[in-house]
Nanobody, 130 residues
């Protein structure tokens, strides 16, 4: 069975840091891109970052550039999202997704494409207090 499990969420003060992890299993890790997304209550799903181990490409959404860093641990089939300089507007449930087509659906900016990614995991809640 394919599994993506996001973890590492929690409550943090503004300006603080968290590191999220997306542990994967059930598919060939290096053949898929892994993307991070978030969704706040009442808002649309937003792209955060994407990493493609195959071509080593990395993408970031505009709202997190310079603050968040994505990385992979291929030995553990895990993708990390280091989040620094957190702001109250970063409060959301964070999800990871895997796609055989690389980061193209992430880059499209289309929420239809986001939901078309091959596999999605359950989210982890991040709450940033002011």
């Amino acid at each position: 069975d394919v599994q993506l499990q996001a973890s590492g969420g929690g409550l943090v003060q503004a300006g603080g840091s968290l590191r999220l992890s997306c542990a994967t299993s059930g598919f060939t890790f290096d053949a898929y891109a892994i993307g991070w997304f978030r969704q706040a209550p009442g808002k649309e799903r937003e792209r955060i970052s994407c990493i493609n181990s195959y071509d080593r490409s990395i993408k970031y959404g505009d709202s997190v550039k310079g603050r968040f860093t994505i990385s992979t641990d291929s030995r553990k089939n895990t993708v990390h999202l280091q989040m620094n300089g957190l702001k109250p507007e970063d409060t959301a449930t964070y999800y990871c997704a895997a796609d055989r087509q690389g980061c193209s659906r992430f880059e499209s900016g289309s929420r239809f494409d986001y939901y078309s990614m091959d596999y999605w995991g359950k989210g982890t809640l991040v709450t940033v207090s002011s």
